[in-house]
């Protein structure tokens, strides 16, 4: 029998570095939406990622919400987003009073631009150099561009399909700092700093955290610009607080950027980690029959974020979700892919084009502990059980 021991599926790795930090905000006074941290961390992701702008926001919710707004989103307008995502990378659609349309994912769990480019070409009509939905008679605004457990989605096709239909590119990077490609069109371009606006998130499952948090960037300063004005209230005159727009409380606090500064030093160093850890997975269940670990995509350096295994049950003895309930109940902490969007009740009423695959992986698949402090011992222990419950 395997040792048993409690392993969290992904938690922070926080250092005692980060102490002076929040003692500087503290002695300073500056643990709210102001101080020096905010802006320091804005710079490092400017430069980490090679970006002209970056604008720090309470979350990678308020990040896309921002997104919208500042990209033209209006009510009853539409925009495409897949349905293999957490529902944060939807809802924002609809904070705007617009609708989503659901797409359908591929091998990757990431937005399936061949089955985009079809409904493109066969379900909308161009009048005027807008996208118009045949069945809707609604506008399109936009393509959300998920980065599924940091595997970067194929961003050639992505553009090239906005570029063609006028269409603004949206990515939602929350799980994917880190990941860039290596190959192709946009070799050495981060995943997030593709599109027209791309946003991240500091939840304490990411690669790196702030307790809560998230960051915009864009090469389109303007774009950002507006968003930051926005996210402070919309303060036309702040001495007077006047206030010509309705604008929102989305600033992060210099507490979440004291984390920020010091997580982001340490973000290739948590990458190598993920990556070791990924590998010898990857061997240890390449020999367990009915188990395989989703590959990341070749010509990116993905950021090995989350790890999918894919259960054959025929092969491996037990389905999905009998795997899923023996490892929590032995404390190994393990997840399925989250609900398809399409399926959630808020939205049973909207338009989505030939769901397929996406269904497939809600079926089969399982995250396993995968967090950058995991140790090889760990990782040998979560493989023991994998071979315990085959049958």
Same mark, same amino acid.
């Given at each position: ?7 969290? $599926? ?53 990040? $896309? ?157 303007? $774009? $950002?610009e507006k968003a930051s004005f926005l996210g402070v209230q919309a303060k036309t005159d702040p001495l007077y607080y006047q206030h010509d727009e ?17 997580q982001i030093d340490r973000l290739e160093d948590f990458i190598a980690t993920k990556k070791k850890n990924y590998k010898l997975y990857k061997k ?56 398809l969007i399409h399926q959630q009740k808020p939205y049973l009423d909207n338009e989505f084009y030939q769901i397929e695959k996406a269904q497939y ?31």
């Amino acid at each position: 029998m395997p040792e048993k021991r409690s392993i969290p $599926l992904s938690v922070p790795n926080l250092s005692m570095d980060i102490v002076e930090n929040i003692k500087d905000t503290i002695e300073s006074g500056w643990v709210s939406t102001g101080g020096k941290f905010i802006k320091e961390f804005q710079e490092k992701m400017e430069k980490y990622l090679n970006v002209e702008r970056a604008v720090a926001v309470q979350s990678g919710t308020a990040g $896309l919400h921002l997104a919208m707004r500042v990209l033209g989103v209006d009510r009853d307008d539409e925009v495409i987003v897949p349905t293999a995502t957490f529902i944060a990378a939807v809802n924002p659609v609809t904070y705007m009073g617009a609708e989503p349309v659901f797409m359908d994912c591929g091998d990757d769990i990431n937005i399936d631009p061949d089955k985009l480019e079809s409904f493109l070409e066969d379900q909308c009509k161009m009048i005027d150099g807008k996208v118009i939905n045949k069945k809707t008679d609604k506008e399109i605004k936009a393509i959300v561009v998920v980065h599924v457990f940091g595997n970067p989605a194929d961003m050639e096709r992505i553009m090239e399909i906005g570029a063609k239909y006028n269409l603004k590119i949206v990515e939602d990077a929350t799980e994917a700092l880190g990941s860039y490609y290596t190959s192709g069109k946009y070799e050495g371009q981060h995943c997030g700093t593709i599109g027209d606006i791309g946003v991240y998130s500091f939840n304490a499952n990411k690669i790196i955290t702030t307790g809560g948090g998230g960051m915009m960037v864009s090469n389109h300063p303007e $774009l $950002l610009e507006k968003a930051s004005f926005l996210g402070v209230q919309a303060k036309t005159d702040p001495l007077y607080y006047q206030h010509d727009e309705i604008g929102y409380n989305y600033r992060m606090t210099n507490i979440q950027a004291a984390y920020g500064t010091e997580q982001i030093d340490r973000l290739e160093d948590f990458i190598a980690t993920k990556k070791k850890n990924y590998k010898l997975y990857k061997k240890a269940i390449a020999e367990i029959d009915g188990l395989s670990l989703l590959p990341f995509n070749q010509g990116t350096r993905a950021n090995h974020w989350f790890y999918a295994v894919l259960v054959d049950q025929d092969k491996y003895g037990i389905d999905r979700d009998e795997l899923l309930r023996k490892l929590n109940e032995v404390n190994i902490q393990a997840r399925p892919l989250w609900g398809l969007i399409h399926q959630q009740k808020p939205y049973l009423d909207n338009e989505f084009y030939q769901i397929e695959k996406a269904q497939y992986f809600v079926d089969h698949l399982i995250n396993i502990p995968c967090s950058s402090s995991l140790t090889e011992e760990e990782v040998e222990i979560v493989v023991e059980w994998l071979k315990e419950f085959s049958q």
